[in-house]
């Protein structure tokens, strides 16, 4: 798959996510694909939630590497 390919459903799988976080008043938002990394940005109410790094392994990262052979890792950028 190539990076423009990637990175629609790097997209589209963060869209799907994106409602468990607007309930508890955040969203996440994709900022870029390079070296297997995938860069977001927590925003609203998961911005500066202790909890905000769970959130990003547990849930983000965890379903990205799993639904994206490519993405390796995913860094909450800040």
Do not use: S, W
């Not at 870029?32 to 977001?40: L, S, T």
């Not at 940005?41 to 392994?57: P, R, S, V």
């Amino acid at each position: 798959m190539d990076k423009n390919n990637i990175e629609e459903k790097i997209i589209e799988i963060l869209n799907k996510i994106k409602p468990f976080l607007n309930n508890d008043g955040g969203d996440v938002e994709f900022v870029k694909f390079e070296d297997g990394i995938v860069y977001v940005k927590l925003l609203g109410a998961c911005a500066d939630c202790a909890l905000a790094d769970n959130t990003i392994k547990d849930m983000v990262e965890y379903t990205l590497t799993f639904e994206i052979p490519e993405v390796k890792e995913v860094i909450n950028v800040v």
